[in-house]
T-cell receptor, first 110, second 114 residues
Framework: EDQVTQSPEALRLQEGESSSLNCSYT??????LFWYRQDPGKGPEFLFT???AGEEKEKERLKATLTKKESFLHITAPKPEDSATYLCAVQGGGSEKLVFGKGTKLTVNP | NAGVMQNPRHLVRRRGQEARLRCSPM?????VYWYRQLPEEGLKFMVY????????ESGMPKERFSAEFPKEGPSILRIQQVVRGDSAAYFCASSPQRTNEKLFFGSGTQLSVL
């Protein structure tokens, strides 16, 4: 069964303090690993898709990387507006569904 | 360019009543997915539909839950005889093609069962 574990559950940073979020996964035939951002009372908002080990993608202060067992979401010099819950999900071979982790709640203090 | 529209945003039902949740996908999207988010839990897949077809309902409880995506109109997630354990946020997502490179989520319907 496909599984996703995210750590830490919650992370508090000061503005400008860089850090990384972890997503460990087990999946049968990875078709894609996804990062989403979710604000309170809203649906998830797509950030990145990674397809193979070694792949990296960047968007503003965020950078996602992928190995065969885990993915990292690096946040460089975060701002308060980066505060949100970050969700990781995988899609396995032969399936259209995404399997989500429970998320990391990030709080960036000014 | 409206996004995925879900209504109602909040729905309160008493035990035993029926709940109907609606989802209008983004314009041009013919693939709809329903996910459920319980407190302190991750999003859980329920069902994947295309117009007039259920493609994958492996995440749907066997009883009381049904979904449809008719040729015309929104996708409907129907929960009959609701119980307190059905209380959750229900999210709909859409994509323009089968390969969900990028899903667009609605803001969800918060179902509360009294």
């Amino acid at each position: 069964e496909d599984q996703v574990t995210q750590s830490p559950e919650a992370l508090r940073l000061q503005e400008g303090e860089s850090s990384s979020l972890n997503c460990s996964y087990t999946v049968s035939g990875l078709r894609g690993l996804f990062w989403y951002r979710q604000d309170p009372g809203k649906g998830p908002e797509f950030l990145f898709t990674l397809y193979s080990a070694g792949e990296e993608k960047e968007k503003e202060r965020l950078k996602a990387t992928l190995t065969k067992k885990e993915s990292f979401l690096h946040i460089t010099a975060p701002k308060p507006e980066d505060s949100a819950t970050y969700l990781c999900a995988v899609q396995g071979g032969g399936s259209e569904k995404l399997v989500f982790g429970k998320g990391t709640k990030l709080t960036v203090n000014p | 360019n409206a996004g995925v529209m879900q209504n109602p945003r909040h729905l309160v039902r008493r035990r035993g009543q029926e709940a109907r949740l609606r989802c209008s996908p983004m314009k041009g999207h013919s693939h709809v997915y329903w996910y459920r988010q319980l407190p302190e839990e991750g999003l859980k897949f329920m069902v994947y539909l295309q117009k007039e077809n259920i493609i994958d309902e492996s995440g749907m409880p066997k009883e009381r839950f049904s979904a449809e995506f008719p040729k015309e109109g929104p996708s409907i997630l129907r929960i009959q005889q609701v119980v307190r354990g059905d209380s959750a946020a229900y999210f709909c997502a859409s994509s323009p093609q089968r390969t969900n490179e990028k899903l667009f989520f609605g803001s969800g319907t918060q179902l509360s069962v009294l």
